[in-house]
């Protein structure tokens, strides 16, 4: 019996690991390609990278819906997003890696057309901010859709956490924010939330 418990053990405990390990190679490379992304856009400042964000209501500012949350303004900036994207990235890879996927598709898709139809003209909007709302979103609503006890938990934390930032930054209240990409990215995240939990 001893033999066979160690056994059973270390399996789960090579289990676990390997699941935490895969969880971090996946936010490394997505969080570190926005930050390959900045780099490249410091190091060579004509190419413009930033000119590939959201131009609401335009046939070439739909490109943006895809690129933008590879595209920072500043150093402040990226890591600002940087933070919110590790914390509530990590938890969104939780019970499977593929609710990341699913989070991030929905903000993204989410904060990418509130902000092409919202936007003010002429204006660029750039900046992974709205995957940020998205993943905060699809947490919270994953608590209210599963009800499931952990869920629930990691809503109460997302909640406390972050409830005012959201809903500040989902509102017309800073000049030069997109408050449009945070409201889009929050549906989205509800609504991939959502369709995640239909049976």
């Known amino acids: 019996m001893r033999p066979a418990l160690f056994s059973t053990i270390s399996n789960r405990t090579n289990a676990l690991s390997a699941q935490l390990k895969a969880r971090v190679v ?8 926005m930050w390959a992304s900045f780099f490249l856009s410091t190091a060579l400042p004509f190419l413009h990278l930033q000119s590939h964000g959201i131009v609401p209501r335009t046939v070439s500012g739909l490109q943006g819906i895809l690129f933008a949350p590879w595209l920072h303004a500043n150093l402040r900036h990226i890591l600002a997003n940087s933070s919110g994207l590790l914390v509530l990235g990590w938890l969104c890879t939780w019970p499977r890696i ?21 936007g003010a003209p002429y204006t660029v909007h750039i900046g992974a901010s709205g995957l940020v709302f998205g993943y905060a979103g699809y947490l919270i609503a994953r608590g209210i859709y599963t009800r499931d006890v952990l869920s629930v938990l990691v809503a109460l934390f997302v909640a406390g956490a972050y409830g005012l930032s959201l809903l ?5 209240l800073t000049p030069g924010v997109s408050w449009q990409s945070h409201l889009g990215g929050a549906i989205g995240g509800m609504l991939a939330a959502r369709a995640s939990t239909r049976k």
Do not use: D, E, Y
């Not at 593929?98 to 919202?118: H, K, M, V, Y």
């Not at 500040?168 to 017309?172: Q, T």
């Open 98 to 118: 593929a609710n990341f996927w699913q989070a991030t598709f929905g903000g993204l898709i989410g904060a990418g057309l509130c902000a092409w139809l919202l």
């Open 26 to 33: 996946v936010l490394a490379i997505f969080v570190g390609s």
């Open 168 to 172: 500040v930054g989902a509102l017309p």
